[in-house]
C-alpha cells in the first residue's frame, strides 16, 4: 500500500493507439467486486490501476 493506496497493476503511457489496458484492466476488476480506478503516475509516465483504502474497509 503507497499513499493509502494498493497498486493492483501498471500499465505504460505510450501504448498502441486505440488501446487502453489500464481501463479494460480496471474494468475486469470492478466486474468482480474490487473498486478499482486507473490514475497516472506522472514521474514515471504510466497509468495505475490502483484501489484506494478507504474503499477496502
Do not use: K
Request: include cysteine.
Amino acid at each position: 500500500m503507497v499513499n493509502g493506496r494498493t497498486v493492483l497493476e501498471c500499465f505504460p503511457a505510450g501504448g498502441p493507439r486505440g488501446s487502453w489496458p489500464a481501463e479494460e484492466f480496471a474494468r475486469a476488476r470492478r466486474l468482480e467486486g474490487l473498486p478499482a480506478e486507473v490514475v497516472m503516475d506522472l514521474a514515471t509516465d504510466t497509468f495505475l490501476v490502483i484501489v484506494r483504502a478507504d474503499a477496502t474497509e
